[in-house]
């Protein structure tokens, strides 16, 4: 399958008064036309720093470097903040976790949608009104024509969500990122907007999802990747990862998956928290709350090695039938 977005060696350094925090600390991934990849990991891991980074959306002074950043063929490091504004919505878009925070309160729906619509695709008014009501319809919005006419605080949160998302949609982006787009919903339009982003990923090239929630993941996406302390630990075919789990951190979020047939059991959970990213531990990050840590565990970092096609962990036991 041809190449979409590649990823080799990201980096992204704040450099602030107490030490350089290490948000990105050299990861690799791709995504190919017509996938879905998964982003998971704890809080801190460095999930939303690294799309943000692909974006090259970013405060000034986080430094970006990477050995390769291209979303299809275009070097995204090299591009003027001009050229970035004309990529973002139009190859780029994303969908963020509060969406009531990325729309205006001051001006109707409509005004939203089609300012962008015509900003990118350069084109008149009442055809980007089209634009975004069949963008409102592909959501399963009711009533979009009311909708357009509505201003923010007349709306739910979970039809902002179905806005946002149809306005990301609504350029026709080559890669969509969502970034846990329902975590500031209600668990009924959290199963909504999961499902209506299940069906609208053959809309665009590709889908990168970041969420806690591997079961999100093992529903969306087809490829998925485990992120810690600015790391990437594993990566591959939602199957793959999923079924077989060679990455003790990895094995470690999975068994805490709370199971309706394991409800006398204590719930699973990995002891101690998240390293900070200004002065990681020594080696392998994850070494501190790791059952199987060995010496040399904390002394050198592993390598990302490929233990099975297109699957790729990061740990010493890796390739030596897995940790014991
Ligand atoms: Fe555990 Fe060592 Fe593998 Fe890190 S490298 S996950 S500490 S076994």
Known sequence: MEQLLQVENLKTYFKLIDGTVKAVDGV???????EALGIAGETGSGKSVTVKSIMR?????????????????????????KE????????????????????????TIEKQMTDVICFHEKIKKAEAVKIARN???????????????S???QLSGGMIQRIMIALSLSCNPSLLIADEPTTALDVTIQAQ???????????TSGL???????????????????????????????NQVMKEPAHPYTQGLLAAIPRLSNESKKLEFIPG???STVDPPKGCRFSPRCPYAKPVCTQEEPPMVEIAPSHFVACHCAGEGGCR
């Open 84 to 107: 970035l504004q004309d990529i973002w919505g139009k190859k780029i878009a994303m969908i963020f976790q509060n969406p009531t925070s990325f729309i205006n309160p001051l001006f």
């Open 135 to 149: 963008m409102l319809v592909l959501v399963g919005m009711p009533d979009p024509d009311a909708v357009l006419k």
């Open 151 to 153: 201003y923010p605080f």
């Open 273 to 275: 928290n998240i390293p």
């Open 208 to 238: 990168i999802l970041i969420t806690h929630n591997l079961a999100i993941i093992t529903e969306i996406c087809d490829k998925v990747a485990i992120m810690y302390a600015g790391k990437m630990m594993e990566w591959g075919g939602v």
């Open 28 to 34: 690799s991934f791709s995504v190919n036309h017509g």
């Open 57 to 81: 959306n970013m405060p000034s002074y986080a430094e970006i470097t990477a050995d390769k950043l291209t979303l299809e063929g275009i070097d995204l490091l090299k591009l003027s903040n």
């Open 193 to 203: 907007i999961i499902k209506l982003l299940g069906d609208i990923k053959t809309h």
